[in-house]
């Protein structure tokens, strides 16, 4: 295994299927199912999701190059965890200053934990093996991880996270519910 080339070619798939997610809810219609995986909305959550979604992307591509790692799932794992804490980190410490968000620190924010992601992914296949605890820990985490992306858009907690700043809104059903009241004042013209 190259570490470089791992590192580069993971940080270069999750920024780029993480900016053309970004768009692909509202291409599709505003379709449920792309929500999954799409960015709903411009909370801090929903740009963690479309970092979780390049790496899901990655996994499916790099299980075949390098699953017979015996590190393989415990790196995975980490670098699940590693846009979660990050881009948070980065978006509200900057905004502390700013009072608002700076479109090109977004962006360069998002690759800077698509980055960290890979060099952890990377830097955990390195390792000696870990052993069964680390394959537990990780199972874990991994599942924690993936139940968050499949069901906080649906079920957004209401705080700070997962909060639309240009909408005050959370989630998808919050905001397709301006659809759904367009929808009905349509119908009651009709």
Same mark, same amino acid.
């Given at each position: 295994?190259?570490?470089?080339?791992?590192?580069?070619?993971?940080?270069?798939?999750?920024?780029?299927?993480?900016?053309?997610?970004?768009?692909? !809810?509202?291409?599709?219609?505003?379709?449920?199912?792309?929500?999954?995986?799409?960015?709903?909305?411009?909370?801090?959550?929903?740009?963690?999701?479309?970092?979780?979604?390049?790496?899901?992307?990655?996994?499916?591509?790099?299980?075949?190059?390098?699953?017979?790692?015996?590190? !393989?799932?415990?790196?995975?794992?980490?670098?699940?965890?590693?846009?979660?804490?990050? %881009?948070?980190?980065?978006? !509200?410490?900057?905004?502390?200053?700013?009072?608002?968000?700076? @479109?090109?620190?977004?962006?360069?924010?998002?690759?800077?934990?698509?980055?960290?992601?890979?060099?952890?992914?990377?830097?955990?296949?390195?390792?000696?093996?870990?052993?069964?605890?680390?394959?537990?820990?990780?199972?874990?985490?991994?599942?924690?991880? %993936?139940?968050?992306? @499949? @069901?906080?858009?649906?079920?957004?907690?209401?705080?700070?996270?997962?909060?639309?700043?240009?909408?005050?809104?959370?989630?998808?059903?919050?905001?397709?519910?301006?659809?759904?009241?367009?929808?009905?004042?349509?119908?009651?013209?009709?």
């Amino acid at each position: 295994m190259n570490f470089w080339l791992v590192v580069g070619l993971e940080t270069v798939a999750i920024s780029i299927i993480g900016s053309v997610l970004h768009f692909t !809810y509202a291409w599709s219609g505003k379709n449920k199912f792309v929500a999954i995986f799409s960015a709903v909305n411009e909370s801090t959550w929903e740009h963690i999701k479309l970092a979780l979604s390049g790496i899901f992307c990655c996994t499916l591509v790099d299980v075949w190059f390098l699953g017979d790692n015996p590190n !393989y799932w415990v790196a995975r794992s980490v670098s699940f965890v590693v846009p979660v804490l990050v %881009i948070p980190a980065i978006f !509200y410490t900057y905004t502390s200053w700013t009072k608002r968000p700076i @479109l090109p620190v977004d962006i360069s924010s998002f690759v800077v934990a698509a980055l960290l992601c890979s060099l952890a992914f990377a830097g955990v296949l390195v390792l000696p093996p870990i052993g069964e605890m680390g394959g537990i820990v990780s199972i874990v985490i991994s599942v924690t991880i %993936i139940a968050m992306y @499949l @069901l906080l858009t649906k079920f957004p907690l209401h705080m700070f996270l997962f909060r639309d700043p240009i909408t005050g809104k959370y989630g998808y059903d919050e905001h397709n519910e301006r659809r759904k009241i367009s929808q009905r004042k349509t119908r009651k013209r009709s």
